[in-house]
């Protein structure tokens, strides 16, 4: 089954954003209407922190698929939370990451890549994602690039397998990639991803490039404290209305 891939990320679009180099803090968007469109956070949401989001502005909360065995205590996104989030008129972005800020995990991805599919798909079958809703895979460092520092073919092949898993699954969820600029363009030339979130870290391959051109969907802030937690805040590219994002129930 061919899976449908977003081409917003494709598109060369030249918008607005800081000077190269400079690099945006959550902490300067905790504030009342302060104009991002989307929080992620490690932390099962309640509703003092939705209050306080849409005090800020969001519109979307993106949340983890992991394992039980998660990285972080409360990083799973749990049921209980989308009755909530929906609620509050906000929709969902979902991102799968186990350990996706180490190398190793990459090294294995003939394990790691079908393993971590399979878990996904489990997660979005019990939180009946609808097909349209995207599952975005982290890779969360520097990892794809020229040079024997770099993963690419590894990172690659992790993505090739989700791919094949997804297929032979006969779903049709949208894969994005959570990651480099570099990381973000590799994938979707190899009609692998089709959605681009860039992590914050614009020291990584590729990522000042792709802001400059606008060769993505969400951009991904510096790390901060907002509503009583740790969180990053994101801004949706000008122009880019679908990114993935699900509303619950």
Not at 82 to 94: D, E, F, K
Not at 148 to 160: E, K, L, P, R, S
Request: charged share 20%; with cysteine; glycine share 10%.
């Amino acid at each position: 089954m061919t899976r449908r891939f977003a081409l917003t990320a494709l598109c060369v679009c030249l918008t607005a954003h800081p000077a190269p180099g400079q690099v945006r803090k959550s902490d300067d968007f905790c504030r009342d209407n302060s104009g991002v469109d989307m929080v992620d956070t490690s932390a099962i949401v309640t509703p003092a922190f939705l209050d306080r989001m849409r005090e800020v502005g969001v519109k979307t909360i993106a949340r983890y698929y992991d394992y039980e065995a998660e990285t972080i205590v409360g990083k799973r996104l749990r049921a209980e939370e989308l009755p909530l989030i929906a609620s509050y008129g906000m929709s969902l972005v979902v991102v799968f990451q186990h350990n996706n800020n180490k190398a190793e995990t990459f090294n294995d991805w003939a394990n790691r890549g079908p393993a971590d599919a399979r878990e996904a798909l489990k997660l979005a079958a019990a939180f009946s994602q609808p097909a349209n809703g995207a599952i975005y895979f982290g890779v969360d460092g520097d990892f794809v690039g020229n040079g024997a520092i770099f993963h690419t073919d590894d990172v690659i092949g992790y993505f090739n397998e989700v791919n094949r898993v997804f297929d032979a699954a006969g779903v049709s969820f949208p894969v994005g990639v959570y990651g480099s600029g570099e990381t973000c363009m590799t994938l979707i030339a190899e009609g692998l991803a089709g959605f681009c979130w860039l992590s914050h870290s614009h020291g990584f391959a590729g990522t000042r490039e792709v802001l400059a051109e606008g060769l993505f969907d969400i951009e991904q802030y510096l790390h901060g404290t907002c509503g009583g937690r740790e969180v990053d805040f994101n801004k949706v590219r000008e122009g880019v209305t679908a990114f993935g994002q699900w509303v619950p129930g």
